[in-house]
């Protein structure tokens, strides 16, 4: 079974360059259980594949795309010896308009191998050309970009800062030029110089970054939009001082700690890893029942900014949202909720978790590409008028 062997690994690889983590000990798990799961049906060959590479129910558009581009040979429904298939290469003439371009990325990085080039000439990059590649990834939403477009996207979102400007506090520091007088400070230097007055101290109201919170829905709806909006937070959290980030699916996680990683990967990796709930159900109403008696009065003081990340779409439909989500409201400085769904023209909030929650935000926007992320400073500027 060599040629078999080969061409397992080979598919495993089509999947991971189209964003599956298949590990090789799952490539040498399928080796040895399609013999033994029968390669008569290509129903069986289906069923074995995808319950060893499959992890999450929404990576089985992208297997599906793929398997029946790589393993279209007629003969598989025909034959047991449908594992003596020929080499991948010739298969990309099937792919058609009908893959994502994940998955046809996959395979043409995976089945054409780079010529060697001998006296290479000089190549000259058109600027308008680059503006244009970027201008256009700047407004591709997150849920159409091939891998090397999501890798293109993480680095631009990595060097993007939120331009949150800083608030007045009760509380006062020295300033030569200060407007007010610091009288308490000015009668020590008085009593300290004998009762002769050199110089009057002044001060000036002490400005502070106001504290960020962030709620961000992890359910598998929102994967794709949530991983991307982790490496934003990564950025934020390491620029700025008091950021909150609490994930929630089915339950309330703080992954504040996690996000601090140095390296944006290993940060992400941990926040993986410290969510149980990662791309499953959504459970708004309990979660956000959670955070306003358990995290609300230590992370929404001194004018603190809440940003709600979430399509709205509720899995229970219980019936607390609204109060909740009115609680929320109240506890925060400013509630903006960020959703993917206002990416559609005419959207229309008809489900039942949308219209209880948006009475209840101050602004009501979309985030769902780069475009939008830019955008997010000009809605957290105190002087904006985005409306809800």
């Known amino acids: ?226 991983r991307m909006f982790l490496h934003f937070l990564h950025a934020l959290v390491r620029d700025r001082a008091r950021v909150s980030v609490l994930l929630f699916g089915t339950r309330l996680t703080n992954v504040t700690r996690a996000l601090r990683h140095r390296d944006v990967d290993e940060a992400v990796d941990a926040v993986c890893a410290a969510v149980p709930d990662w791309a499953g159900g959504t459970r708004i109403a309990s979660c956000v029942h959670e955070f306003n008696f358990q995290w609300s009065r230590r992370l929404l003081g001194q004018n603190a900014t809440l940003l709600l990340v979430t399509d709205g779409l509720d899995r229970d439909d219980a019936p607390g949202l609204e109060v909740e989500m009115a609680r929320l409201h109240r506890s925060s400085h400013r509630l903006l909720w960020l959703n993917p769904l206002l990416r559609y023209e005419g959207f229309e909030p008809r489900a039942s978790g949308i219209v209880a929650m948006r009475p209840h935000v101050d602004a009501f926007l979309p985030v769902h590409n780069l475009e939008s992320l830019r955008t997010l400073g000009k809605a957290l500027s105190p002087h904006s008028r985005l409306s809800s």
């Open 1 to 226: 079974m060599p040629v078999l062997a080969e061409n397992v690994l080979h598919f495993a690889r089509i999947l991971r360059g189209a964003g599956l983590p298949i590990g090789t000990d799952r490539v040498m798990d399928a080796v040895r259980a399609l013999p033994l799961a029968g390669i008569e049906s290509r129903r069986d060959w289906h069923a074995t594949l995808s319950a060893l590479f499959l992890t999450r129910h929404e990576q089985q558009v992208i297997f599906d795309e793929a398997f029946a581009v790589f393993w279209r040979d007629p003969a598989l429904e025909q034959r047991m010896m449908a594992a003596m298939l020929p080499k991948v290469a010739g298969r990309m003439a099937g792919l058609g308009a009908r893959a994502s371009p994940r998955v046809a990325e996959a395979f043409i990085t995976n089945t054409q191998p780079t010529p060697a080039v001998e006296n290479p000439e000089q190549i000259e990059v058109d600027a308008s050309l680059t503006f244009t590649a970027t201008e256009r990834l700047k407004h591709l939403d997150f849920e159409k970009m091939t891998g090397d477009e999501w890798r293109e996207a993480k680095r631009i979102v990595a060097g993007m800062r939120l331009p949150v400007p800083d608030v007045r506090t009760r509380r006062f520091k020295r300033a030569p030029t200060g407007a007010a007088i610091d009288l308490a400070a000015t009668l020590r230097r008085l009593a300290r110089d004998g009762g002769q007055i050199a110089r009057i101290v002044r001060r000036e109201p002490r400005l502070r970054a106001p504290p960020i919170v962030v709620l961000c829905d992890i359910s598998g709806s929102m994967h794709r939009y949530s």
